[in-house]
């Protein structure tokens, strides 16, 4: 394998930095853990370094997004998926979290604050300008082995990502070489047509990727739902009002270049659902006035994408269709998920919220691949190296011997 995994190493009496991605959706009206599949997917490889002193850390939300938390909460919710206790830090870098590093005895947890808390992790950096933050070294220095198990966060080039490689072994976690296995093996033998299904709010992040998806063979049609498919409506002079989005008239011309450039390959929605005096009403798209915000799709929409769906040799859906955690706005992205787990394509569904939908509406086990990374999966199908990846892959060639 070109990277090292947990299996090349004695654990025993090591103190661990494990980067996980516990990354939730939380509820911005109660500001609670509004779904936990992410902390879930921790405990395998927690469990597996259980002989170490494991301190862990992961980011939340974006700065200035009601998102943007504490990890006070995802420790309590950790410490009752693995029976058994893990401490708290409200500090990332400074003297108390290296003190707390420094107490641990074998066999103990540590989670460390939300890593955004550090200016420098909300930035992106190249491997030998990460290793010289302020939060590396600081860190560095107290550890023997990185663990990097937050795939959801692979295509960010952070320092708690890319800063450790020349440092420390790096090696994956469970998650990060169960999905590159498993990636590996379906893109090995994935068909066309490919189908993209893609929603959710990330905008910027996906347009680059939608663009190096149809120049790679990926994407044969993108369907599309959710903000980015309100930015394509308005590239199309479908929605004639202002989305109220960051750097909106850069964003919108870049997906009408697209469409310009790749005429046949989109699709956008031709009806959608809006709140109407607290009801859901279905509406043309070319009925929206102004203020009305779109919450989900509409029946005619989801017939056409079901058909291409039904179609498809190989399915990839990242993203809600919309709203679907609201009462009675959960149709889409239902709908979708059904089309797509009653097709006969390898079928992939990617990101939290998806994962989340999957299992509410009982679908999971008609899927090929399930992964709760969103923009990491998506640019891993693009055939781009991702941060951890190259991160990975240099520490294995520096250390692998020394293992």
Known sequence: MRFMTIDDF????????????????????????????????????????????IVMASHQGRVGNTDYTSMEKHAKVLQGLVNRKIKYVDDVIGVTAQNEIQKLNDGEILLLDNLRLCAEENYEFSNSDAEKTIMVKRLAKLFDICVLDSFPSAHRAHPSIVGFSNILPVCAGRIVEREIKKLD?????????????????????RLEAIRLLIENGRAENVLLTGLIASVFLR???????????????????KAHTLIGEHPDVFSTPVDVAIKQNGKRVELDIRELNKDDQILDLGPKTIEH?????????????????????????????????????????????????????????????????????GGALVRYLTGTKLPMVQSLEESAKKFRDKA
């Not at 090591?14 to 509004?34: A, G, Q, Y």
């Open 10 to 53: 004695d654990f025993k009496g090591k103190t661990v930095f494990l980067r996980v991605d516990m990354n939730c959706p939380i509820d911005p009206e109660t500001l609670e853990i509004s779904g936990t599949k992410r902390i879930e997917e921790t405990v395998e490889t927690i469990n597996s370094l259980k002989d170490s002193k």
């Open 185 to 205: 093996e379906i893109m090995s033998v994935s068909k066309s047509p490919h189908v993209i299904i893609l929603g959710g709010k990330k905008v910027d992040d």
């Open 235 to 253: 590239a199309q002079g479908r929605i004639k009002s202002s989305l109220g989005i960051n750097r909106e008239v850069e964003i919108v011309s």
């Open 305 to 373: 994408y079901g058909k291409i769906i039904s179609g498809a040799g190989t399915v990839f859906i990242s993203g809600p269709a919309g709203f679907f955690e609201k009462e009675g706005f959960d149709y889409g992205t239902r709908a979708l998920l059904e089309a797509v787990s009653n097709s006969m394509a390898t079928t992939i569904v990617s990101g939290g919220h998806l994962t989340s939908a999957l299992k509410k509406f009982g679908l999971a086990e008609k899927i090929t691949h399930i992964s709760t990374a």
